[in-house]
């Protein structure tokens, strides 16, 4: 039985938990500068481009994890971690989607194009839109603010595996 992940999945775990975090606090720093300035724009397309990074990556963690399932929990760990767990790993999942898109939905309806990397612009899947924009704000913003309680829970989890129950969870995502 396989008891740790692949370097293949460890490599999109951190590499996507790096970029979210980033992603993250340049929207913070970035939504409090105030007025129009030429770093608040370069912040947003830094901030876009981190967002569509996160999401082709998800695209491939999921294709990668389809064919490379998640080692077993231990045996000590009770059904119902088990069950949280797996619960809390779908929300994730979901998230790294959803965060990304609703962005990218934001954007369309302010009529700002995403250009990632200066380079390729993304497609324009309907125009600008006054109704929609500041409730694709709020749902942006809220998906946030869930991830960002997700993430906390699932660090706070990892860290009673590893300093509390002491199961080597942890160490599985470990290169």
């Known amino acids: 039985m396989q008891q740790r992940y692949t370097y293949t999945a460890m490599l999109f ?3 996507i938990a790096l970029l979210v975090v980033a992603a993250f606090t340049l929207g913070l720093v970035m939504t409090d500068i105030p007025g129009l300035t030429p770093t608040k724009l370069r912040y947003f397309s830094w901030h876009k481009w981190l967002g569509v990074t996160v999401l082709l990556l998800a695209v491939l963690r999921v294709l990668w994890r389809l064919f490379h ?3 077993a929990y231990p045996a000590s760990m ?3 971690q088990q069950s949280a767990a797996n619960g809390l790993h779908f929300l994730l999942y979901v998230l790294i989607f959803a965060v990304p898109l609703s962005g ?3 954007s369309l ?3 700002v194009p995403v250009v990632y990397l200066g380079l390729f612009e993304l497609p ?6 006054t109704e929609l924009k500041p409730v694709l704000k709020a749902v942006h913003f809220w ?3 869930l991830l960002a309680g997700s993430v906390g829970i699932h660090v706070a989890g990892a860290l009673k595996h590893q300093l ?3 199961d080597g969870v942890l160490r599985r995502m470990l290169p």
Request: proline share 7%.
């Open 124 to 129: 324009v899947l309907f125009k600008a839109s």
């Open 78 to 80: 009770a059904r119902w």
């Open 143 to 145: 998906l946030n603010m």
């Open 13 to 15: 775990h951190w590499l």
């Open 104 to 106: 990218y939905f934001y």
């Open 109 to 111: 309806a302010s009529g």
């Open 69 to 71: 399932p998640s080692p």
């Open 164 to 166: 509390v129950d002491r």
